[in-house]
């Protein structure tokens, strides 16, 4: 008898503590469950997300990072749900603070998806026009350079915000650490070509396999660069010239493509205070944009710290972005970096540091 009481105490006990769990919702099923036991946390959320309706879809190719939720139609698919969450990577985490209180900041973070290759930059492409009034998307061309490119990552970081590089892959591979140390600080690295040629002039033109390789080859280049750093699928075209059957081609690699809202022509001046002044002046008349300039250029480099102080004074917001899924190369592509080095033996086959080691410092 006295067993008995015991198990039905015991049993109606389990049952408010399960009733409490449900009451707290998802969130605190995820923080009680231990990180063994994830698959029975992402159950529950499955379970809660049946009874509720999915919410709307956002706009093809730009999504603001939003923690994943399972979408069922029935307690019949929570099974297909729990296995889609599972697999679903960690929610975004929040805009970290900035420490500098005259900092220009970071306002928002945009997850592309890059599927087919959507394009962006209403120069010539009007339909993912995704930013708000006053909001400026940071990008250079040309990089990696040596002194340039650490001087406006240096002002980016002092200034607690974002940009995306769109690399030369020649470039990548003669300065590979420099490719290193933006995607280490959080910047997002694209790719620009290997070299830097008018894909809309022979041979190119005429070509389509040769201006393949030199789009491949760039974004090879870049990618081995990184040393397994994370390499967006972005690609711009040198001098934006974008011949239609080469954006057809990238579509088909899932590579996004960027031209620009505002070009400020920083390679044509030779002043930094007239690097500010173009973008300022431009952007006054634009009311926002995606902002071309380029890390090659030393006057721009110069030119950044007071192109952030002024930014930040006229009320502008910085939006960063970042893709879906990383990009994937082609082996191909791959071997053909490669042979570019000519001084790669087998003398040079062993990791450095077997072959170089510190005795004193």
Known sequence: MRLGIIAALMTLGLAALVVTHMAAGPSSLNRL????????????????????????????????????????????????????????????????????????????????????????????FKQYDFLHEKEVVLTFDDGPWPENTPMVLKALQDN???????????????????????????????????SHKD????????????????????????????????????FRFPALQQPPELIAY???????????????????????????????????????????????QHTTAVAMPELIRQLKAAGYKIVHMVPKEPVTTLAKYDDMVRGQDKYSTNNNARPESSVVKTLSQ
């Open 33 to 124: 469950s231990p990180p063994q036991d994830r698959g029975g946390a992402a159950f529950a959320l499955a379970s809660q997300a049946a009874q509720t309706a999915a919410p709307p879809a956002p706009p093809i190719g730009i999504t603001e990072p939003v923690a994943p939720q399972a979408r069922v139609a029935s307690a019949g698919r929570i099974a297909l749900a729990y296995s889609a969450i599972a697999a679903q990577p960690s929610a975004a985490q929040p805009i970290a603070t900035c420490n500098n209180p005259d900092a220009l900041g970071l306002s928002r973070v945009v997850e592309i998806d890059t599927t087919g290759g959507p394009a962006f930059g209403t120069e010539h």
């Open 160 to 194: 607690c915000t974002k940009a995306t590089f769109f690399e030369i892959g020649e470039h990548a591979t003669w300065r590979p650490d420099l490719t290193r140390a933006l995607v280490s600080a959080g910047m997002t690295v694209g790719s620009h070509t290997w």
């Open 199 to 234: 894909l809309a002039k022979n041979p190119y033109a005429k070509d389509s396999e040769q201006a393949k390789q030199e789009i491949e080859m760039g974004v090879s280049a870049v990618h081995m660069a990184a040393a397994g750093g994370s390499i967006a699928p972005f």
């Open 250 to 296: 990238l579509g088909t690699r899932n590579i996004a493509i960027f031209s620009a809202d505002i070009d400020t022509f920083d390679f044509k001046l030779r002043k930094s205070e007239d690097v500010v002044k173009s973008a300022m002046t431009k952007l006054a008349k634009n009311g926002k944009g995606i902002l071309l300039m380029h890390d090659f």
